[in-house]
């Protein structure tokens, strides 16, 4: 639900430009098509704007953002949903409150008021986004989920900050410099980002479970920042024995994730859900349909592929719940045609194109008439679903096993993932000691991209490479991490902290997540990812989690009476599409990008990249000696540097703010 944006300025006489903010909005009119809204505080030198989609209060005036409260003390501008605000709401009004509309998002104002930030975020249950001003102290708070489903980022400029749901929406602000970092670009072509940071030189986001505080003193806008929430697994030695009781954590599960399912089915609008092969989602669908008494709308992805293809079991589980299925099927030529615009959403790179596909389906589901679904991600984060945490527990965390035992699972692991090898899991063992010595082990799931390194440091140009000289990406990732919460931790728990702080918030939220659905003005809602089922899936046994060779154990057995018996017993398939090296049609579409982003002109003219070096990797692509594995990562990283000179087209080269206000126009949007 929606996009919100502001500016604070350091000086109070400076003055907020309304039809700034208005364009702020317009150019992400994608995430907030039913109207839009500002408010000024000029005595304060703040200003916020909002894009709406409205799921819940279709009010259009009623629900329009920017609010503030009945004294002018506070203004908020919210992006995504909480959820048991009607309870909340109820509350509140028996304690004397008064709502001016029905909208989930004006329960932070009463809760603010009455119990302060802290005790607020206590309450709050959901995925979201917000900036709320207190002019009692001159504080602008920006909050952010905590698991980071909706993106918040935020800047300093030369008189002051500016925030906003995009990137995009930051450089449509004409005092935001848009250029790539040296840093940034390395993070881009290896595929895994420093929490915290984006491509862009100065360029913030809010970390998951943070709250960034902005607060004017003496003139000058301070920012501070601190963690409200966090992923914490118990101590390893808390963790009850092989004799524990199953059925009681089987039990916990299914209730806890009933319960999150039925929290996302609120909305003034029909929900749908995401359909593809795996656990997760059919768990959610089946869920869902049982919660319900209408059919319930089910989207699956298919491709022309049978080795990445799920739509069968998805057909399967479909029928059996009765839903309305609809099934998008691609073609390869479908995935790189809309990949450009799909990089003007993410504003970052992608590695795979399913990336692309997420966008196209986005896209069918707004056709449909629908505006919100839920989804299955978080669950592979909860439960360890993905192949590198088998490999982990494996190698770390199985000392009681003899080790023949434990090599003949880890070698069944690596023959079952195959197709994944070079992106999934790494082609070969790659060591950090920046996480050795924060952890103990570098995690599987963060080898494949930076084992990239060695590739991508070449492609940098040579300012941008003379920029990185003595800069480590495994160490600034690993400096991110707060080590009381990896310190007694139980291996498989270290590894799954690394992901979620990693990829989950980087990578399956933002271009497989919020970026590519909000581009089709639709919501996704992560039921896996409510904080009430993840922490009590945290206290899960790890040996619950992956029994034996047998991933998401807990998960499976909580849902097995719903889930076919296929998909039951079937091992953890990642979903992705089929990368480029796999289809002649599809190389040819990336040829045909290249011609025009990845010629020399266009890579000496953006800075960015080593022509030479590009040329060596598109040769060393071709060349019918390179083993699979390794054609699968050099597919990854022919993406990232398409990649990056996709972005600095769209926002570099591009005249940001000339942009957005011709979009403000074309939209009727005027101060």
Not at 57 to 81: I, V, Y
Not at 181 to 196: C, D, K, T
Not at 404 to 424: D, H, I, P, T, Y
Not at 592 to 607: N, T, Y
Request: charged share 25%.
């Amino acid at each position: 639900m929606c996009g919100i944006a502001g500016v604070f300025h350091h000086q109070t006489e400076r003055a907020i430009e309304p039809q700034t903010l208005v364009n702020m909005a317009a150019i992400m009119h994608h995430r907030g098509p039913d109207g839009f809204g500002y408010e000024v505080q000029q005595d304060y030198g703040v200003g916020f704007s909002h894009a709406r989609l409205s799921i819940i209060d279709l009010d259009e005036k009623r629900g329009r953002q920017p609010f503030l409260s009945a004294d002018k003390r506070l203004m908020l501008t919210h992006n995504g949903e909480f959820y048991d605000f009607k309870r909340i709401r109820a509350d509140l009004t028996a304690r004397g409150a008064r709502f001016n509309s029905k909208s989930d998002s004006e329960i932070v104002l009463h809760l603010f008021e009455r119990y302060g930030l802290e005790d607020t975020l206590k309450e709050l249950r959901g995925e979201f986004a917000f900036g709320l001003f207190d002019a009692e102290d001159e504080s602008l708070y920006l909050v952010r989920d905590r698991f980071g489903i909706k993106p918040l980022y935020w800047t300093e400029t030369e008189h002051g900050v500016v925030f906003g749901s995009e990137l995009k929406v930051l450089f449509s602000h004409p005092d935001v410099k848009r250029e790539f970092s040296a840093e940034g670009l390395y993070h881009q072509l290896i595929q895994v980002m420093v929490p915290g940071s984006t491509a862009f030189e100065g360029i913030n986001q809010v970390q998951p479970g943070y709250v960034v505080k902005l607060q004017r003193k003496n003139g000058k806008v301070v920012a501070t920042e601190h963690k409200y929430w966090d992923v914490d697994f118990p101590p390893e030695e808390s963790y009850p024995g092989a004799d524990v009781d199953e059925e009681a954590y089987i039990e916990g599960v299914r209730a806890k994730l009933l319960e999150a399912v039925q929290h996302r089915m609120t909305a003034d609008v029909p929900v749908g859900c995401y359909l593809s092969g795996g656990i997760d989602s059919c768990a959610i669908l089946g869920l869902a349909s049982a919660s319900t008494q209408t059919s319930v709308k089910a989207f699956t992805i298919g491709f022309d592929s049978a080795d990445y293809d799920e739509t069968p079991i998805a057909e399967e589980m479909a029928e059996a719940t009765q839903a309305d299925h609809h099934i998008m099927r691609l073609k390869a030529d479908d995935l790189y045609d809309h990949f450009v615009k799909t990089l003007w959403h993410t504003e970052r790179t992608i590695y795979n194109t399913l990336g692309v596909a997420k966008y196209l389906m986005s896209k069918e589901v707004h056709e449909s008439g629908y505006k919100v679904v839920m989804t299955g991600e978080g669950s592979d984060e909860l439960f360890a679903g993905y192949p590198a945490f088998r490999k982990d527990m494996f190698l770390h965390g199985l000392d009681h096993l003899p080790e023949v035992e434990r090599v003949e699972w880890q070698e069944l692991l690596e023959k079952n993932n195959k197709l994944f090898k070079g992106a999934m899991l790494a082609r070969e063992e790659f060591v950090s000691d920046a996480f050795n010595q924060k952890m103990g082990f570098t995690p599987s799931c963060v080898q494949p991209w930076l084992s990239c390194s060695s590739v991508a440091l070449p492609l940098m140009s040579e300012s941008k490479r003379q920029q990185v000289e003595g800069y480590d990406p495994s160490t600034a990732i690993a400096d991110t991490l707060d080590k009381n919460m990896l310190d007694g931790r139980h291996p498989l728990d270290r590894a799954q902290y690394v992901w979620i702080k990693t990829m989950l918030e980087g990578q399956i939220l933002t271009w497989g997540g919020d970026r590519v659905d909000m581009a089709n003005s639709m919501e996704a809602r992560p039921a896996f990812l409510d904080h009430h089922l993840a922490e009590y899936a945290f206290t899960v046994p790890p040996h619950l989690r992956i029994k034996g060779n047998k991933e998401k154990y807990v998960l499976r057995e909580a849902m097995k009476g719903l889930l076919p018996e296929t998909l039951y017993k079937r091992e953890k398939f990642a979903f992705m599409a089929p990368p480029a090296h796999t289809d002649p049609e599809k190389w040819k579409a990336v040829e045909k990008l290249a011609e025009q982003f990845l010629s020399e002109d266009a890579v000496k003219s953006a800075g960015l990249l080593d022509y030479s070096e590009v040329v060596k990797t598109f040769e060393r692509h071709q060349d019918e000696n390179v083993p699979n594995e390794e054609r699968v990562q050099l597919d990854a990283v022919i993406n990232h540097m398409l990649g990056v000179q996709v972005l600095h087209h769209h926002f570099v080269a591009t005249d940001v703010p000339k942009q957005a206000e011709q979009r403000a126009r074309e939209l009727g949007w005027t101060a």
